[in-house]
């Protein structure tokens, strides 16, 4: 069974986001663990998180995507900035333990005029000071298209990172088919050369999500505009592919194309359609 769901508000709280998944036909969902420019979590609510568990375990929804703000930068030249994505992080993880079968992904971040060499270090320390032995959720890095100076803009950076960090176990990847392709991975036209590559690098054990996007903008653009699945540059056909790839298709899928509700609900019904039983 294809396993896949959308990102969705978690302004509600969990088991709110629970019933809309299964609303829209999903098995699963990405949310933000906070409000995605930074700033205060909301009072952590046990009564919501256990009320979740429950129906989580019921509809199977498992596993789900927390996602950090996408405005930390762990490899910020400033300190302050650096203190403040490493204490966000912490505390997003602290409370995840509560949610069961819960993954937790993020961007590397920028270096801006650093260098790529001190960005991936200091992303290795920040990750060596928030993972800790015990902890449940498997903390992802996200593969990104490589906008200004983002870091993990190829396989190799995140591998540099992954030979940095203690507990490596802790960690795996998140591949976004939009920013990969605007990276310059070719998975239109190579989709088994390039996992092929992914295999090499990193190692495909390592890979635990999908972001399932097409993309705006054609292969190597940089750009990360992410466009409704059918409707740009990847288009349907390969995006099938992905789906049902063998390496892929027992991981889960999360949607994060500009859509409401009912453009995700379509797209689901698409790609449950697209998937070979
Ligand atoms: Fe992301
Ligand atoms: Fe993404
Ligand atoms: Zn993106």
């Known amino acids: 069974m294809l396993k896949i769901g959308c990102h969705l508000s978690s302004a509600k709280g969990y088991l709110a986001m629970g019933r809309e998944a299964v609303k829209i036909g999903a098995n699963t969902f990405q949310f933000f663990t906070r409000n995605p420019r930074g700033g205060k979590a909301k009072?952590?609510?046990?009564?919501?998180?256990?009320?979740?568990?429950?129906?989580?375990q019921e509809q199977g929804l498992f596993p789900i995507l927390a996602h950090a703000p996408y405005t930390l930068n762990p490899c910020a030249a400033d300190e302050n900035l650096r203190t403040f994505a490493r204490e966000t992080m912490a505390d997003d993880l602290a409370r995840l333990e509560h949610i069961p079968g819960c993954m937790y992904n993020f961007h590397p971040g920028s270096h801006v005029k650093q260098g790529v060499e001190t960005g991936i270090a200091r992303i290795a320390e920040h990750l060596?000071?928030?993972?800790t032995p015990t902890l449940s959720t498997t903390v992802l890095l996200?593969?990104?298209?490589?906008?200004?100076?983002?870091?993990?803009?190829?396989?190799?950076?995140?591998?540099?990172i992954l030979d940095r960090v203690e507990l490596s176990d802790k960690l795996g990847v998140c591949l976004d088919t939009c920013h990969v392709f605007d990276g310059g991975y070719d998975i239109v036209q190579q989709l088994d050369q390039v996992l092929e590559e992914f295999d090499r690098v990193l190692g495909l054990y390592r890979l635990k999500?999908?972001?399932?996007?097409?993309?705006?903008?054609?292969?190597?653009?940089?750009?990360?505009?992410?466009?409704?699945l059918g409707e740009g540059y990847l288009g349907m056909e390969a995006l099938t592919r992905i789906v049902n790839h063998p390496a892929l298709r027992e991981l889960p899928f999360y949607l994060e194309t500009p859509n409401d509700l009912e453009g995700y609900a379509q797209e689901i019904?698409?790609?449950?359609?697209?998937?070979?039983?």
Do not use: C, W
């Open 209 to 228: 999500a999908i972001h399932l996007n097409d993309s705006k903008n054609p292969l190597g653009s940089h750009k990360d505009r992410h466009e409704k």
């Open 43 to 56: 009072p952590l609510n046990l009564e919501d998180m256990t009320a979740y568990g429950s129906f989580a």
């Open 269 to 277: 019904a698409r790609m449950k359609e697209a998937y070979q039983e």
């Open 128 to 131: 060596n000071a928030i993972l």
């Open 142 to 160: 996200e593969t990104m298209a490589g906008k200004g100076s983002e870091v993990g803009r190829n396989f190799q950076e995140l591998r540099a």
